[in-house]
């Protein structure tokens, strides 16, 4: 079992920054990738990025790239999401995600991934 606990969220201004963290417990941390999901109102629930147990590789969803920036430390077991230039369209519960394994056919979809967290809130006004 892993549990995920995400903190950072917030309100922020068209433009402005923010970094997500992801606090891991449980299995071995650096068995596991990491990602993030994100699920605004009335929305579908969409892949935001995601990272490889030794950091190396990343992902990212189109509307994200160059923008968002996903990080791990496996000796502080936390995985972060820093978001700058932000846009109104970045309003979402945004929630950490674990699995022992992805694929590049598989990394952005939900069913991928066995653990999440709870989530936390990120706005954006204009």
């Known amino acids: 079992q892993v549990q995920l606990v995400e903190s950072g969220g917030g309100l922020v201004q068209a433009g402005g920054s923010l970094r997500l963290s992801c606090a891991a417990s449980?299995?071995?941390?650096?068995?596991?990738?990491m990602g993030w999901f994100r699920q605004a109102p009335g929305k579908e629930r969409e892949f935001v990025a995601a990272i490889s147990r030794s950091g190396v590789s990343t992902y990212y969803a189109d509307s994200v790239k160059g923008r968002f920036t996903i990080s791990r430390d496996n000796a502080k077991i936390t995985v972060y999401l820093q978001m700058n230039s932000l846009k109104p369209e970045d309003t979402a519960v945004y929630y950490c995600?674990?699995?022992?394994?992805?694929?590049?056919?598989?990394?952005?979809?939900?069913?991928?991934?066995?653990?999440w967290g709870q989530g936390t809130q990120v706005t954006v006004s204009s």
């Open positions: 449980g299995r071995i941390f650096n068995n596991y990738y």
């Open positions: 995600v674990a699995a022992p394994t992805i694929t590049p056919r598989s990394y952005y979809s939900d069913y991928a991934y066995d653990y």
